[in-house]
Structure formats: C-alpha cells, structure tokens
C-alpha cells in the first residue's frame, strides 16, 4: 500500500508526484543506484507535453510509447486520464523503481523497457499509434539518434510523435530537420505549476 501522507504529494494535471522528503521516496532513494543520463528527478517538459495532451486528448486506448521516459509522469498520464496502454522505455535502469513507486501512487500499470533509443527497430515501432517524448535531446551528439529514431518511427507507420523540449539547441537541430523532412510543427508552450514550464512541442502528424 503507498503512503498516502499528504503534505509530501504534489498534483498537477491529476498525476501524484512525491516531493524527495517523501518516505516513499526516501526509502527507494536509500536502496537503489543512482540514475544516470539525467533521470534523476522529473523534469518540467513532462507538464508540457501532458499540458498538449490535456489539450489535444489521444483517441482511447491508444497504444503510446514514451521514450527516454524517466520517471514516467506522462506515462502515467496517458494511462490515468486517456485510457492508453503505455510503454516506457529508458536507457537506464535505474529510473524505473522511481516510475512503479509513481505508478502505484496513481493505480496505473505501466509497461517498461529497458533499452537504448538505437536499439528500437521499425517492427518494434511499428506496434504503437503514438510516441511521446520529454526532454530526451540534450547533449550535441544525441541529435543523431533522436533524429534517427523519428524516421524510423514515420517509416514504420507512427501516426502520432510528439516531443516536448525547453528549447535545448541540439533538440531545436532536430526539430529544423523534422519540420523540412516530415512537416513537423514546432508549437510554443508554457505551463505554471509550482514553477514557470517554457519551450516548445515537436508535432509530427504521420497521415
Ligand atoms: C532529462 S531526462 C527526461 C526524463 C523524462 N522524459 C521527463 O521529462 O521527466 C532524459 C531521460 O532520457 C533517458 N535517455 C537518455 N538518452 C537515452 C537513450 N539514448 N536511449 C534511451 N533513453 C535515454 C535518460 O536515462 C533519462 O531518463
């Protein structure tokens, strides 16, 4: 059973999180390993992409993807409130104890995958309407794969990508060469919780 103690749990959109001070959260911090490639906390591009799929709901029980999912708050989005089957892949590990503990304070099943954005082949692909993705292009040499990774995904027969960023310049490469490629739009976002969200959506509609 989680614990419900209230002062330590924050929602916003109608997805729990658990502040660190949390015992929850204490507790799992103290067992398991450190993350690494930045999932070490949520990060606020999550409000924006759940923010657009408040806005622009999923057809239900869409099949969605999220990729370099962290600790998976969009995930537990699409699962709570568009009815999705939602599989969450990171490269590291060490994320996902942080998403079941979040999954199991909103009564969602979230799907996990263990693997590396390379390692996603077209049939892979191939089996979800929607890929959705935070904040998953932050160092120069990651815009290759992220980039790779949508063409895979727009040959394979996604229907739906979209990619919420705080305007980091290796995702903006990304987004030029999506919106010359794929006729992607890149949508302007901002979102107030407890703190102010600003960047934008990377919206490629695969018709
Ligand atoms: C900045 S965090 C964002 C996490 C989450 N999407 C969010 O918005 O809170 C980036 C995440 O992408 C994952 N990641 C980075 N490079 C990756 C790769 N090549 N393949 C799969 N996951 C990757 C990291 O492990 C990390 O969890």
Not at 18 to 47: E, F, I, V
Not at 83 to 106: K, M
Not at 131 to 138: N, Y
Not at 183 to 207: D, K
Request: hydrophobic share 45%; with cysteine; glycine share 4%.
């Amino acid at each position: 059973m989680p614990n419900t103690s209230p002062i330590q749990i924050r929602d916003y959109f109608g997805v729990r999180t658990l502040l660190a001070s949390h015992p929850d959260m204490r507790r799992l911090k103290r067992a398991t390993h450190a993350t690494q490639l930045h999932g070490n906390k949520l990060w606020g591009s999550a409000y924006l992409l759940i923010d657009y799929l408040q806005k622009n709901p999923l057809p239900a029980a869409s099949k969605v993807l999220d990729l370099g999912c962290g600790w998976g708050l969009a995930s537990i989005y699409c699962a709570k409130h568009l009815q999705a089957t939602v599989t969450a892949v990171d490269a590291d590990p060490a994320v996902f104890p942080y998403l079941s503990l979040l999954a199991q304070h909103n009564a969602v099943n979230i799907n996990t995958q263990c693997a590396r954005f390379e390692a996603l082949d077209a049939d892979t692909l191939a089996q979800y309407d929607v890929i959705i993705a935070s904040d998953i292009c932050f160092w120069d040499e990651m815009s290759e794969e992220v980039f790779d990774l949508i063409h895979r995904a727009v040959d394979a027969g996604v229907e739906k990508i979209i990619i919420a960023d705080p305007h980091r310049p290796p995702f903006l490469a990304v987004a030029e060469a999506c919106i010359d490629d794929f006729f992607a739009e890149l949508i302007p976002s901002e979102v107030l919780t407890s703190r102010h969200h600003r960047g934008s959506i990377l919206l490629i509609e695969n018709a």
